[in-house]
């Protein structure tokens, strides 16, 4: 399912960087602009289809590690709330956040953590006629933190809530309204919570009646003095970055991606192959350089470890950009010198906020 994961990544990746160039484009013609917004929802819903069977292979695997934090849980769940907007607003629903007037704090992994509200509530307006209210709670029980996500949805009937949170399950009332998932959000929900030393339970009176879940963490014991809300695995850089070479074998992607950059005002070329983006990266003195990982003739890795030899590579900003999103190949490629691995296809902004100057939106 990973190499599934990442051979699906590399047609994504043009297909993404074509449909960011649509939206630097004015069309006057209402259709195109309907069939760009089409394309743009499909390849998002893709998107997240290739991200969930990596995440299969992961928990199949055991390979899901948590990078715990002191959070204050009012900052987190508003962050994750506003990543969800889009899909509650596509739906006309109302989404109501009722926060804690006294600060709770939990030891978590925060990109884990946003990842399970965020499938909550997503799962809430998917399964929520259009229109229909969604509300996010939280509490403190005893020594626990509690999260609930309740709706007026669809439902749950009895004999099906003790399957709910097993991996591919989909509810037949609900297989009309699964808008293309696998099944496999609320099964996350679980293991993560459960990682965490937590607990999750779901609740509904019948179908058609709405339902909630509640998912339960242990408070954290470490001083709140020491919470944050979120972490950035994108450290802080000043100067921006105008000079950019993509190696990349893809020639779709490459070009594709450039032409986006250019449009940015950037001065990018491209590179099909590790010696060619070598021999680039020293003669255009590449400021950036943005990395394809399998490349024909030799790695990505070894091509980052050849730019740090030169002067101009040393101090050049190096990402890798490639399908393989494995805990390893992340670690593959920071040894290998690269200062960022992002995962096809690239999320532009994100981009264009590291280049520009290493910052990052707190969601991201």
Known sequence: MATLAHELRNPLAPMRNVVD?????????????????????????????????????????????????????A??????????????????????????????????????????????????????????????????????????????GIGIATEH???????????????????????????????LTELHGGSVSAHSAGAGLGSEIIVRFPLSNEPSATAISHVSDLPARNAARRRVLIVDDNEDAAESLAMLLQAEGYDALTAS???????????????????DIGLPDMTGYEVAQAVRQSQPGKSALVIALTGWGQKQDKQDAELAGCDFHFTKPVDLERLLAILADGSVDPGA
């Open 21 to 73: 160039l649509l939206h630097l484009k004015n069309f006057a013609d209402p259709q195109m602009l309907w069939a760009r917004d089409v394309l743009d929802r499909q390849m998002t819903q893709m998107t997240h289809l290739v991200d969930g069977l990596l995440e299969v292979s992961r928990i199949s695997e055991g390979k899901i590690t948590l990078r715990r934090e002191v959070l204050d849980l």
């Open 75 to 152: 900052t987190a769940l508003k962050y994750a709330a506003e990543a969800c907007q889009p899909i509650v607003t596509a739906a006309s629903h109302t989404l109501t956040v009722e926060l804690p007037h006294q600060p709770i704090f939990i030891n978590a992994d925060p990109t884990r953590f946003s990842q399970i509200v965020q499938n909550l509530l997503n799962n809430a307006a998917k399964y929520t006629p259009n229109g229909g209210a969604i509300w996010l709670t939280v509490r403190r029980e005893d020594e626990q933190a509690v999260i609930s996500v309740r709706d007026n």
């Open 161 to 191: 809530l003790p399957s709910l949170f097993e991996i591919f399950t989909q509810l037949d009332a609900g297989l009309e309204r699964s808008q293309g998932g696998l099944g496999i959000g609320l099964s996350l929900v679980r293991t």
């Open 273 to 291: 192959d590790g010696r060619t983006g070598i021999r680039i990266a020293d003669e255009f003195s590449a400021e950036a350089i943005i990395l």
